[in-house]
């Protein structure tokens, strides 16, 4: 899956699993008024796992096809 | 709307990692194919994304978003009807032209099946209409952050603008491309939450039905049957073949901003594949779009609460509306990669076709690679500063979607005419190209003459561009066979792998069935109708 020397998968996997902790740190210490918005659902962890999940995976693919080639 | 630290940490992320990408592939643009066509070889998971990217630019997300609290579901068919079929086809019966012979660019197919003189009308028209989208996308962007963060208008097209420059300026294609896919994730998990929140909102799928303005809204196919019903005041003969045909596979199959991502896929099965992976995320974006559009109009029938008297503030005002610091910067960032994606497909399509199909052929030919490649990045650069330019004339039009299609149906409806008959019937002549095409354009300019005048009058814009395509289509299609007809065949010898008859069929036998770009498309159908169904 390397073309041309980088593999997208690497930087998708960093992006993501970076917003995925932004979320979720702020969503657990931020005011829980600003959750009114989203009908009271604490929204920043939820989507924030879910964020941090993608990455994670797009980031070990990356990995795992970076040591094969080796 | 009111952002926090968080909200800015996350955009800046943001623009660190598409400029990282950038920088990253710096060193490998040694030859013009590496900066063009990415040196064909680019994976078609990778190619399927950025073609689907390519096509989500702001306009087209913020646009049907607010043409679905105008008009309700009947906004689906841009996807269901228009675009499923569309790339299916040209998945499966085009992309082996495009590929197989070797082109790179659009035009110059045109110059191997017709002649220069066809080649060089569609490289100028698609030039001038790639610089013309472009500068529509900024506009839109830079509207958006100007109403809802009072961001000043000028600093955030030209900021933006230039993060789109210097990453295709230092990675060509390829950067425009890696950065699409990154740019489709952020675009699904920046409006997903919206959809999940809006419909709690409303109280689920009857909740919203129950709380639209009108029982047209609900339904995408109940009620097209004559013009007067629906919302868009167009009946079924002006939507089936006016969008669903020739708009549709005049943009998909013909518009170079989405066939280069399929230029550059390693091989031909990646490359019939491209639109059929982009087709999979497109049928369902609906969710993403429609269905804020649709929560919008149902929170606020009267757009006085959220929408401010302007269906264009659909997507914006929901995002103000349920998103909380930190998932906002997330859904901000979403609507700049949607931008920035849009954008990038109009400039490297652009710079390709000025640098090949104008510049090498008509002002400078026979110099070392080396100077086109140069030539490529100041294309850019010079795509980007007039796109801003033209931000600020559209500034004048106030309705931005129909504006948009309205140059579709001036150039990419009858281009589908000349390649419909070039590409399927082996004795269209040399010459009947480069008529047919012209006299397409100028039925498109009469057409849009009449109607400007009122002589010819419509219930709304988009009617009057969808009949426009038709005419440009037809006039195209019929000019193109009279002038057949009184003109020299081409010897068929030259039109191995330009045309059906004669090019030999791609053997995708050994494939497995899944990767067949066959019943991958008749998969693609099958679930598309279904969604048809149950949105009746």
Redesign the interface.
């Given at each position: 899956?390397k073309?041309?020397?980088?593999d997208?998968r690497l930087?998708?996997g960093?992006?993501?699993t970076?917003?995925g902790a932004?979320?979720i740190i702020?969503?657990a210490v931020?005011d829980p008024a600003?959750?009114v918005?989203?009908?009271g659902?604490n929204?920043?962890i939820w989507?924030?796992a879910?964020?941090l999940i993608?990455g994670l995976v797009m980031g070990t693919l990356a990995f795992k096809a970076s040591h094969r080639k080796v | 709307m009111h952002l926090h630290f968080?909200d800015y940490?996350?955009i800046v992320?943001?623009f660190v990692?598409v400029l990282?990408?950038g920088f990253?592939?710096r060193g490998?643009m040694k030859t013009s194919d590496?900066f063009f066509l990415?040196?064909r070889?680019?994976?078609g998971w990778?190619t399927g994304l950025a073609f689907m990217s390519a096509n989500l630019g702001a306009l087209e997300v913020m646009g049907h978003a607010a043409n679905a609290a105008k008009y309700g579901m009947f906004v689906n068919h841009f996807y269901w009807l228009a675009a499923m079929p569309a790339m299916c086809f040209v998945g499966v019966f085009m992309m082996p032209f495009y590929y197989g012979s070797k082109v790179r660019s659009v035009p110059e197919y045109l110059r191997k099946r017709y002649d220069e003189k066809t080649r060089t009308l569609n490289a100028l028209s698609f030039a001038l209409m790639t610089l013309l989208v472009s500068g529509i996308d900024l506009y839109a962007m830079a509207i958006l952050f100007q109403r809802l963060l009072n961001w000043p208008f000028t600093a955030c097209v030209v900021a933006s603008a230039a993060v789109v420059a210097i990453y295709i300026y230092l990675g060509g294609l390829?950067s425009s491309i890696?950065n699409e896919?990154?740019q489709f994730?952020l675009i699904v998990?920046g409006f997903l939450?919206l959809a999940i929140?809006g419909l709690?909102?409303v109280g689920g799928f009857a909740g919203l039905t129950a709380k639209l303005p009108n029982p047209g809204y609900a339904h995408t196919w109940k009620y097209i049957w004559h013009a007067s019903q629906n919302p868009m005041g167009i009946n079924w003969f002006g939507t089936i073949f006016g969008l669903g045909f020739v708009l549709s596979f005049g943009y998909w199959c013909t518009d170079f901003l989405v066939v280069q991502r399929g230029l550059a896929a390693?091989d031909m099965p990646s490359a019939q594949r491209t639109p059929l992976i982009a087709a999979v995320p497109k049928m369902f974006f609906p969710l993403m779009v429609v269905l804020p559009g649709l929560v919008a109009i149902a929170l606020d029938p009267h757009l006085t609460k959220y929408l401010n008297g302007r269906y264009d503030n659909a997507l914006p005002a929901m995002l103000g509306?349920?998103?909380?610091?930190?998932?906002l910067g997330?859904g901000l960032t979403a609507l700049l990669a949607s931008f920035m994606s849009g954008m990038a497909g109009n400039v490297t399509a652009f710079n390709t076709v000025w640098t090949f199909d104008i510049y090498q052929t008509h002002v400078n030919p026979g110099k070392p690679d080396r100077h086109y490649l140069n030539m490529g990045r100041f294309a850019t650069v010079f795509a980007v500063a007039v796109g801003i330019a033209t931000a600020f004339i559209v500034l004048r039009f106030n309705n931005l979607m129909d504006y948009l299609q309205l140059l579709f149906a001036f150039f990419n409806a009858p281009l589908f005419g000349t390649f419909l008959l070039g590409m399927f019937w082996k004795r269209t002549s040399a010459h009947s190209g480069f008529w047919g095409l012209l006299c397409g354009i100028l039925a498109a300019a009469t057409h849009y003459t009449l109607y400007h005048y009122h002589v010819i009058l419509y219930p709304s814009d988009m009617a009057a561009n969808f009949y426009q395509a038709i005419w440009a289509f037809s006039v195209c299609v019929v000019v193109t066979l009279v002038v057949t007809m009184f003109t020299e065949p081409r010897k068929e010898e030259e039109l191995v792998g330009l045309v059906y008859s004669l090019t030999p069929k791609p053997r995708n036998q050994d494939l497995p069935w899944y990767e067949r770009p066959g019943i991958l498309a008749i998969c693609i159908l099958a679930l598309c109708a279904v969604l048809n169904i149950i949105f009746w």
């Open positions: 899956m073309t041309m020397g980088l997208i930087p998708i960093i992006i993501f970076i917003y932004i979320l702020y969503g931020a600003i959750f918005n989203s009908l659902v929204i920043d989507w924030g879910a964020m993608f | 968080v940490a996350i992320i943001y990692f990282g990408i990253a592939l490998r590496d990415s040196g070889s680019i994976p990778i390829t890696y896919v990154l994730f998990f939450p929140l709690k909102a390693r509306k349920f998103y909380p610091s930190g998932l997330i």
